[in-house]
C-alpha cells in the first residue's frame, strides 16, 4: 500500500490575496483558507491512501486543517476497516512525519517510508526532526537512494488526484459543511473505483 499524499481541494473560491489567517466563511463556516501551491482557497484539505498496484482508494479522509500529520491514524484505521487486515508497507510524504506518527506505524508493524522535510506548519508550531524515530527514517530513505520506495508515491497517488481532477472533471466540492463534503468525496472516490473497475473487466 502506499499512503496519499494530501490534496486541497477548493470549496468556494477564496478571496483574492487572502493570507491563511483564521478567518469565517459566512457561506461554508467549516471551511477554511488553506495554502496550495496556486495560491490560497477556501476549502477542506482532502486525502487518499491508493493500493499501489491498481491505484484503488482503499481509505480517504477529509478535514479542514492544514496539516496532515493528525490524519494519518484515521487513514490507517481507514484500511484496516475497509480491507480487513493492516498494509505490510505505507509511503507517506512529509505532512505525516511526527514521531508519533511513526510510532504508530512501528507498533502496527507496518513498513513505512515516511519524506523528511521541514515537516513544519506556521499554524501548527514546529514539529521536532531530531526525533530517534525521525532519525532512524531519514537513514532508511538515505540508504534505500533512488530506489526507496517512497519515490514510488509520484507514480501512485498524484496520478490519481489528476484522473479526479481531468478525466471526472472534478474541480471543487458542490456541498457545504464538513458532514456533507466529506460525504461527497467519499462519492468521487468510489466513482474512481468503480471507473478502475469497468476498465479492469
Known amino acids: 500500500m502506499r499512503k496519499g499524499e494530501k ?11 487572502a493570507r ?5 466563511n459566512f457561506t461554508d463556516p467549516n471551511s477554511r483558507i488553506l495554502k496550495t501551491k496556486d495560491g490560497y482557497i477556501q476549502g477542506y484539505n482532502a486525502q487518499v491512501v491508493v493500493d499501489g498496484t491498481a491505484q484503488i482508494i482503499v481509505a ?6 492544514m496539516c496532515d500529520h493528525s490524519q494519518l491514524v484515521g487513514l490507517i484505521d481507514g484500511i484496516e476497516a475497509n480491507l480487513g487486515f493492516t498494509p505490510k508497507e505505507a509511503s507517506a510524504d512529509s505532512g505525516y512525519l511526527s514521531e508519533a506518527n511513526l510510532q504508530t506505524l512501528a507498533d502496527r508493524h507496518i513498513s513505512a517510508y515516511v519524506a523528511i522535510g ?10 521536532t526532526m531530531t526525533g530517534e524515530l525521525t532519525k532512524a527514517m531519514r537513514a532508511k530513505l538515505k540508504r534505500a537512494g533512488w530506489r526507496s520506495r517512497y519515490r514510488l508515491r509520484n507514480q501512485i497517488v498524484k496520478p490519481v488526484f ?5 478525466a ?4 471543487q466540492f458542490l456541498l457545504r459543511g464538513t458532514e ?5 468525496w467519499a462519492l468521487i472516490c468510489t466513482t ?9 473487466a
Open 7 to 17: 490534496e486541497r481541494q477548493d470549496a468556494r473560491t477564496a478571496e483574492s490575496g
Open 20 to 24: 491563511g489567517k483564521a478567518q469565517r
Open 60 to 65: 480517504h479522509g477529509l478535514t479542514a486543517r
Open 118 to 127: 521541514r515537516a513544519k506548519h506556521a499554524a501548527e508550531g514546529k514539529r
Open 162 to 166: 489528476g484522473q479526479i481532477k481531468q
Open 168 to 171: 471526472h472533471g472534478f474541480r
Open 180 to 184: 456533507k463534503v466529506t460525504a461527497e
Open 192 to 200: 474512481h473505483n468503480l471507473r478502475k473497475l469497468a476498465r479492469a
